[in-house]
């Protein structure tokens, strides 16, 4: 098989185990040789970040810190204008052009792929892993559903670069930042949602409504 990467992009706003859970189980079904975490600067399809850039990034460093199967990119942080996913993966595509790269969304983000910028161009240069929950069957619209059956991988597929959709069972931790926001604005304790060195640093700076 070819040596591969997992790419999961986000506003991590904080990072949680929703994020990290579902991601590690890819990387193992998968084989990949790690995940690279690649914080949002100004995500286009969502509200802006609470926390600044520079927290989310330790955040996401504290998150993943002694586990070599994570990696924190902050290419888009470093990018002017809104983060485009099709912007990272050609970047990244000239950084690996011998690897095969795997992109991470749930299945709310891909029901809603057409919105993407580009988003015809995203298996030009990455294959597109659907994270679903168990016996999960998305409701497509036609030509999401045709899009995903032309290029739905089979047995064959992981000899290529990208190309291809891969739906993958995982565990869906029914945990989102904005719960965890809420529960630390409420003063209540958000301990087994995230690693303790996020809360830590939360704590410390002050986020989400602490005092």
């Known amino acids: 098989m070819t040596e591969a990467?997992?790419?999961?992009?986000?506003?991590?706003?904080?990072?949680?185990?929703g994020h990290l859970r579902p991601a590690l189980e890819v990387a193992e079904t998968l084989g990949l040789s790690h995940i690279r975490l690649i914080p949002n600067s100004i995500p286009p399809h969502r509200p802006q970040p609470i926390a600044t850039v520079?927290?989310?990034?330790?955040?996401?460093?504290?998150?993943?810190?002694?586990?070599?199967?994570?990696q924190v990119d902050d290419r888009e942080l470093n990018r002017q204008?809104?983060?485009?996913?099709?912007?990272?993966?050609v970047d990244l595509r000239d950084e690996f052009p011998d690897k095969a790269l795997?992109?991470?969304?749930?299945?709310?983000?891909f029901l809603h792929?057409?919105?993407?910028?580009?988003?015809h161009e995203l298996l030009e240069f990455s294959h597109i892993v659907v994270m679903q929950r168990p016996g999960e069957l998305p409701v497509m619209n036609e030509q999401t559903q045709a899009w995903?059956?032309?290029?739905?991988?089979?047995?064959?597929?992981?000899?290529?670069?990208?190309?291809?959709?891969?739906?993958?069972?995982?565990?869906?931790?029914?945990?989102?930042?904005?719960?965890?926001?809420?529960?630390?604005?409420?003063?209540?304790?958000?301990?087994?949602?995230?690693?303790?060195?996020?809360?830590g640093f939360i704590n410390q700076a002050s986020l989400y409504g602490v005092e």
Request: glycine share 6%.
């Open 113 to 119: 792929i057409q919105t993407w910028h580009r988003w």
């Open 148 to 199: 995903y059956q032309q290029h739905l991988a089979d047995k064959e597929s992981s000899i290529l670069l990208c190309g291809k959709i891969w739906p993958i069972a995982v565990t869906q931790l029914m945990v989102s930042a904005t719960q965890i926001r809420k529960t630390i604005a409420d003063k209540c304790n958000p301990q087994f949602l995230l690693p303790d060195a996020v809360i």
């Open 81 to 89: 204008g809104e983060s485009y996913t099709i912007d990272t993966l």
């Open 5 to 17: 990467i997992g790419i999961l992009g986000g506003t991590f706003d904080p990072i949680h185990y």
């Open 54 to 70: 520079e927290q989310r990034l330790t955040m996401l460093k504290l998150a993943v810190e002694g586990h070599p199967r994570f």
């Open 102 to 109: 795997y992109l991470l969304v749930g299945t709310d983000a």
